[in-house]
């Protein structure tokens, strides 16, 4: 591919860019409706779970490994692990099960 | 430890988890028949993870560039939620061109981990975050454009699962201290099930994100309204916000 590969590029990489830095720069003010803030408040963890939850069970190929892994990290997040140690032990577990 | 100390350390599992993403996405790059140069293009100008596979496929098929612009639209209008979100609790030090230039950041890890501080964020802060995430975004295209498939089967498989237990690591510490979170949490896993395995309609990752985002929030928002305080913002808002921040910090000196 020759020069449509950068025009291919240029047209993904400014629509991507376009939707993360307009609202970014848009709502420069403090948004003043309690009830805004209070949705803007929940929208990281609904966000994070959503994104987790179907897709990490079909994330191994395997839903007995992917589930070892949701499991590992479930278990370590409530005993207030860090981020990277939930990653990574939830990796190994992945591994380790996935071996068998 | 100083702010931007900070953010290049809670970067570092996240540089990690795309190291590994993007591996995968490098491959495929140069197996479609890119260069490995442009490949890596690709992920230094986008930063996304399922918006540059979709494009990929959009352009190794020679698609129209009205496709091209409305598939990325689709898959990652979820990043205009989070840019809203983090523009409510960036500090003064975010001034329109620092807004322009951090935009590029805005990814699904980098937000959550951003907007899971509890407090604002500041630009010294932000910067460092994103450094090891663009690094490791960058160097694991190229890796995985260079060799092609060398890793086992068993390493990139448990790989896959990095950066979903790093979010899981975000969402349910706090879910055991706020009930209200726990309540958005279940609201907004219990409509993504249900998005995925419904059999009306097709419907992209990205848009689901949005549906169950605002579906759960907008519940959270309507039963659990948080404290008004002018000053404050996220989770500080919370009825329990002073033990939740405290045990924050301990988790990320950790």
């Known amino acids: ?100 | 430890m100083n702010s931007f100390k900070k953010g290049i350390f809670d970067g570092l599992p996240i540089g990690l988890g795309y190291l590994a993403v993007s591996f995968s996405f490098g491959i495929m790059g140069t197996g479609y028949g890119l260069t490995v140069w442009q490949t890596v293009l690709i992920s230094m100008t986008n930063v996304t993870s399922a918006g540059q596979f979709a494009g990929l496929n959009i352009m190794v098929g020679m698609g129209s560039y009205i496709e091209m612009i409305v598939s990325q639209l689709v898959i990652n209008s979820r990043y205009s939620l989070m840019s809203v979100s983090l523009s409510q609790s960036v500090d003064k030090s975010f001034t329109t061109k620092i807004r322009l230039l951090f935009g590029q950041f805005v990814t699904d890890e980098i937000y959550a981990v951003a907007s899971s501080r509890g407090e604002d964020i500041g630009r010294r802060y932000f910067f460092g975050l994103c450094i090891l995430p663009y690094i490791g975004w960058t160097l694991g295209t190229l890796l995985g454009a260079i060799s092609g498939d060398i890793l086992p089967a068993s390493v990139s498989t448990a790989l896959n699962v990095a950066l979903y237990g790093m979010f899981i690591a975000i969402f349910v510490p706090p879910m055991k201290k706020a009930l209200s979170i726990t309540v958005v949490v279940l609201v907004s896993i219990c409509l993504s099930v249900f998005l995925y395995f419904q059999p009306f309609f097709e419907i992209s990752s990205g848009v689901s994100v949005i549906i169950c985002a605002v579906v759960a929030s907008v519940v959270g928002a309507v039963f659990f309204p948080i404290k008004d305080e002018a000053d404050k913002n996220g989770l500080d808002a919370l009825n329990s916000a002073d033990t939740l921040s405290e045990e924050r910090e301990v988790r990320h000196g950790e």
Request: charged content about 10%; glycine content about 4%; overall charge positive.
């Open chain 1, 1 to 100: 591919m020759g020069n449509e590969f950068y025009i291919y590029l240029a047209v993904m990489a400014v629509s991507t860019y376009l939707v993360r830095a307009i609202p970014f720069v848009a709502f420069s003010r403090k948004i003043r409706s309690r009830f805004v803030r209070s949705l803007l408040t929940y929208v990281p963890y609904a966000v994070l779970s959503a994104m987790t939850v179907p897709a990490i069970f079909f994330s191994t190929g395997s839903l007995l490994t992917a589930s070892v892994g949701f499991v590992t990290a479930l278990v370590l997040s409530l005993a207030n692990r860090s981020l990277i140690t939930v990653a990574f032990f939830s990796c190994l577990a992945v591994f380790i099960v996935g071996l068998f």
